[in-house]
């Protein structure tokens, strides 16, 4: 059970377009997800946390109109890389939480990743 | 803020050999702790947890137990395999409002026959 399912897995795109990521939970519900980049041989940065059915929080020096997030039900948030660039090049990672013992308590469960290569 | 430090890597032990990855941790209120590890490949995935002072998490011959007054939650394991050779990740979870879930650099581990 708590399988999180991200697509896709790997995308190649033109620097100035826009890429969307998808992040689904497909047996459990999800009011919070989380989304992370991790650079190459680095640990992951929380980038943003998702919740339904509002807007999303940020992290402190992530742009939030050029990461775009929509939690659009319980089991599916989106990530839109906008006017991607090269430097947005990287491995972005969702995960969820059950929520069972306290969302706290509770641990993680990824997804596979997407990696982003921007030409 | 919160935070987790971890041992830097890689860390390179022949078959059978005892490991030991320290962690420590950072954190204002009370966090649960965790060890992700990720095999080549693979995304993260749950090792184990601990949720509170003292209690040991382990799982697959893997230990850590939260110890509070020394902020630690060191993994360990006896006798290490080959199939172990993955990156492993500390991480705390932060009980207050937020809920994040912050992460160490991570600990790669390569287990030689």
């Known amino acids: 059970g708590a399988v999180v399912s991200q697509h896709p897995s790997w995308v190649i795109c033109k620097s100035g377009t826009s890429v969307k990521i998808e992040c689904r939970s497909l047996?459990?519900?999800?009011?919070?997800m989380f989304w992370y980049r991790q650079f190459p041989k680095q640990s992951l940065m929380l980038m943003a946390t998702s919740n339904e059915g509002s807007k999303a929080t940020y992290e402190q020096g992530v742009e939030k109109d050029k990461f775009l997030i929509n939690h659009a039900s319980l089991t599916l948030s989106t990530l839109t890389v906008t006017s991607a660039h090269p430097e947005d090049s990287s491995f972005y990672i969702c995960?969820?939480?059950?929520?069972?013992?306290?969302?706290?308590?509770?641990?993680?469960?990824f997804g596979n990743g997407t990696r982003l290569t921007v030409t | 803020g919160n935070s987790v430090t971890q041992m830097e890597g890689p860390v390179t032990l022949s078959e059978e050999a005892f490991l030991t990855i320290n962690c420590t941790y950072t954190a204002t209120g009370y966090p649960s702790l965790f060890w992700y590890v990720q095999y080549p490949g693979e995304g993260l995935q749950l090792l184990l947890k601990a949720t509170k002072a003292d209690d040991k998490g382990s799982n697959k011959g893997f230990e850590a137990t939260y110890r509070k007054e020394t902020t630690s939650f060191h993994l360990e394991k006896g006798s290490v395999q080959v199939s172990d050779s993955a990156v492993y990740f500390c991480?705390?979870?932060?009980?207050?409002?937020?809920?994040?879930?912050?992460f160490g650099a991570g600990t790669r581990l390569f287990v030689k026959a």
């Open positions: 047996d459990f519900q999800a009011t919070t």
């Open positions: 995960s969820a939480t059950t929520g069972r013992g306290g969302i706290g308590n509770s641990p993680l469960h």
């Open positions: 991480a705390l979870s932060d009980n207050t409002g937020g809920f994040k879930t912050i």
